[in-house]
């Protein structure tokens, strides 16, 4: 990678930052880094509001017009919502964790400002139990209706026996 | 005089012979308008993000090709791509050119799948013969050069399994003139055709700030006047080595995408061209010295490539052991769906399997 494009991830990396402090107060921040040189940025759900996203979506210099992808991760003591975002006009890059709890994992839901994070939040809710307040239709996408758990989880158990494998 | 009607629910699918796979569609319709349409998926679910937590990395390879089927190449290509990123794998040359190769071979084969039972959907059936003649030339060569038609397994991390066998490369070459050719039969069977063009110019129009919007991407985006793809905004492998255009339209109908993917065709066939006439200069191996076990570094990663459907993505976390601790996989044809509801209201019944068609989805990618 040349110089001049890490100068410009480490600006926008700043910039991010700067951004998210001025609006939600300077221990916003957990981490931030560049990560394979990209921006990444890790900040508590009691951070990432409505408010927040409205900047990363429409600030002029931001403008993450494109939601690629939204994840869902199960850790050992908490989760994270991770959501991968482009900017079509700008070519710019964020890798943007939010950290919540386990016992009762909740991120607001940006169905509002990104339609696309429609099935990846109901995803990430199906396989991981995640809950995305402010979601119009937050049911279960890929397994059935009355399925029991959420198999991403890392404790899910999985009984052979009533899925007829054993 | 107004003519009394009363709201009725059709149930489209999960078997119906076009939605090519396990796809439910819910709609609500007023005489021949839809007033809402639901999707139901998850027919074809396997959990393959869950069986990837208890794989190693090499062995999560065949599981890729099982997405989308019909473009197993970029599926194995990125997975691949991701994990060689993560432990800073150097790809050698040829079997990066290998790679392009493969991977644009398999690009065009999805599109004829597509542009032969989309017509298929309309009810043309002569084209779908003239698309599978052309795929089998394609899926031929794959023979050839892996064994396998569909579930290819090709590559893998550092590079990829085989060589072009003696005389393979020639008969590419050869396809893909003869293949240029044949697509000028394309367009004097389909594309002029009047009754088409009625069916599909002005169906199902997507805007460029509803595509971008709902996350759209592919074939479907550029349709809409999204000027994006991936191999030239994001270049991977060695596609800033090419040159070749990226056909857009703005219209954003289904005529549009037809356009839009018969163009790709025409570019795939000159990277592959171009492919060809650098290859010869690669003479190094065709993978790279990669430790016997397969152990990346803890980390995090999202990755992409420009699949035939749209932006194919993994996002991959390494604990630092053998086997991946999370993946999830940005599968396009399932972000290219979630607009239907939107798309579909207020529109003709009899255009609801124009405006699906033209959208192109595997199931086994949707449900992954």
Not at chain 1, 4 to 15: G, P, R, V, Y
Not at chain 1, 75 to 85: K, R
Not at chain 2, 71 to 78: G, K
Not at chain 2, 301 to 330: C, F, M, N, Q, W
Request: with cysteine; charged share 25%.
């Amino acid at each position: 990678m040349s110089e001049q494009l890490l100068n410009k991830a480490e600006q926008l990396l700043t910039t991010i930052v700067e951004k998210i402090q001025s609006k939600a107060g300077a221990d916003a921040i957990i981490d931030s880094k560049l990560n394979f040189n990209r921006p990444m940025v890790v900040i508590d759900t009691s951070v990432w509001d409505n408010e927040l996203a409205t900047i990363l979506r429409n600030d002029e210099q931001l403008q993450f017009d494109f939601l690629s992808c939204v994840s869902g991760v199960d850790y050992d003591n908490h989760m994270e919502v991770v959501y991968q975002f482009y900017s079509i006009p700008l070519d710019n890059y964020l890798m943007l964790k939010v950290k919540t709890n386990r016992q009762e994992p909740s991120v607001i839901s940006v169905k509002q400002l990104w339609n696309t994070a429609d099935w990846h939040e109901r995803e990430a809710f199906d396989l991981l139990g995640i809950r995305f307040e402010g979601h119009p239709n937050l049911t279960r996408i890929l397994l059935q209706d009355e399925w029991v758990g959420h198999p991403l989880r890392k404790d899910y158990n999985i009984d052979k026996e009533e899925l007829g494998l054993d | 005089m107004s003519i009394r009607t009363e709201e009725m629910i059709l149930n489209v699918g999960p078997q119906h012979p076009s939605t090519h796979g396990v796809f439910r569609l819910v709609v609500k319709i007023d005489g021949e308008v839809i007033q809402e349409a639901t999707p139901v998926i998850g027919y074809l679910h396997r959990g393959t993000e869950k069986l990837a937590e208890d794989l190693t990395y090499t062995q999560f390879i065949p599981y890729t090709d099982r997405l989308d089927y019909l473009n197993a190449m970029t599926n194995n290509y990125v997975w691949c791509n991701t994990v060689e990123q993560l432990m800073g794998i150097q790809v050698p040359e040829r079997a990066e050119y290998l790679r392009v190769i493969s991977m644009e071979l398999n690009r065009i084969a999805s599109h004829f799948v597509w542009w032969g039972t989309f017509l298929l959907d309309l009810g043309a059936l002569s084209p779908f013969l003239y698309a599978f003649r052309d795929r089998e030339t394609i899926l031929d060569l794959f023979v050839k050069l892996c064994g396998a038609r569909m579930t290819f397994s090709y590559m893998r991390i550092g590079g990829v399994r085989f060589d072009a066998p003696s005389g393979w490369l020639d008969e590419v070459r050869a396809v893909v003139k003869e293949l240029r050719e044949n697509i000028k039969e394309y367009d004097v069977l389909v594309t002029g055709n009047e009754i088409f063009q009625h069916r599909t110019r002005g169906v199902g129009v997507i805007t460029k700030e509803q595509a971008i919007d709902w996350g759209l991407s592919g074939p479907v985006a550029r349709a809409s006047g999204v000027d994006f793809d991936i191999r030239r905004n994001d270049p991977y492998s060695i596609y800033d080595r090419f040159d070749f255009d990226i056909p857009v339209r703005t219209e954003g109908d289904v005529y549009a995408k037809y356009e839009v993917r018969l163009e790709e065709i025409r570019q795939s066939l000159c990277i592959i061209e171009q492919a060809l006439d650098q290859i010869d200069k690669a003479e190094s191996p065709i993978i790279a010295k990669v430790p016997k076990i397969i152990k990346p570094p803890a980390g995090e990663i999202y990755t992409r490539a420009e699949a035939s459907k749209g932006e194919l993505g993994v996002h991959l976390i390494s604990d630092g052991t053998t086997k991946p601790y999370r993946v999830k996989l940005r599968r396009p044809s399932f972000v290219n769906i979630e607009i239907l509801p939107e798309l579909l209201k207020g529109e003709n019944i009899a255009n609801l399997i124009a405006i699906f068609g033209g959208i192109d989805v595997v199931l086994g990618e949707v449900d992954a």
